[in-house]
């Protein structure tokens, strides 16, 4: 497995409470993204980053935002976290664009909103 | 956008027996079309991936074929084992990655 992971793996939390999800890599690859995994979706993206400070939006990004203030760490934070982001959160990395480079995924993140 | 279409959604074949996933995109300028499996409570990993230059790509018990025309493309197993159970995911990209809904193989001995 390439040398991605995430903190943390499990967390429960309440309806409207902030949360930040990490994804930590050692590979010094450029790209990173964050997707959420539900059923009967796949994996669908939500942001991701070129570089240092470098973010775009994806497909499902509404009510989340990103960070990366350093080229090993990606944090994804749910402002006020909403039922309807319990999922299972991935982050992953390439060292080129999507177009270009394969995509390795980190261990998963699974979040609860009660 | 793109949209990546995946049939079956579940697939159920005796051991040593042939499997075949089938995947539809809708942007023709994607060019990178990888194959992921995922086994329950673990991460998707790389299987074989296929670029728009390549109409088939083998890897021992594994082929991808590619339908740039059609726009369509799909994984082959041959010889399927009890370990090839798991879900499979297609994916098409162009700058962003797109994936299918994922197909659950369950191969029974």
């Known amino acids: 497995d390439a040398g991605i992971t995430q903190s943390p793996r499990h967390k429960v939390t309440e309806t409207g409470t902030p949360v930040t999800l990490r994804c930590h890599q050692t590979e010094n690859h450029r790209y990173m993204y964050w997707y959420r995994q539900d059923p009967g979706h796949g994996l669908r993206l939500i942001h991701y980053?070129?570089?240092?400070?470098?973010?775009d939006k994806g497909e499902v990004s509404d009510g989340y935002s990103v960070s990366r203030s350093k080229t090993e760490d990606f944090l994804l934070t749910l402002e006020s976290a909403t039922s309807s982001q319990t999922s299972v959160y991935f982050c992953a990395i390439s060292n080129g664009r999507a177009s270009q480079e394969t995509q390795y995924f980190g261990p998963g993140t699974r979040l609860l909103v009660l | 956008g793109e949209n990546v279409e995946q049939h079956p959604s579940t697939l159920s074949v005796q051991e040593g027996d042939s499997a075949v996933i089938k995947c539809t995109y809708s942007d023709s300028a994607s060019n990178y079309f990888p194959w992921y499996k995922q086994e329950l409570g673990k991460r998707p990993q790389l299987i074989i991936d296929?670029?728009?230059?390549?109409g088939e790509k083998k890897d021992q018990r594994i082929a991808v074929t590619l339908n740039k025309t059609a726009k369509h493309f799909s994984l082959h197993i041959t010889e399927t084992q009890p370990e090839d159970s798991a879900v499979y995911f297609c994916?098409?990209?162009?700058?962003?990655?797109?994936f299918g809904a994922g197909t659950r193989l369950t191969v029974k001995p």
């Open positions: 994916a098409a990209s162009n700058n962003d990655m797109r």
């Open positions: 980053s070129y570089g240092v400070k470098d973010t």
């Open positions: 296929i670029r728009s230059n390549v």
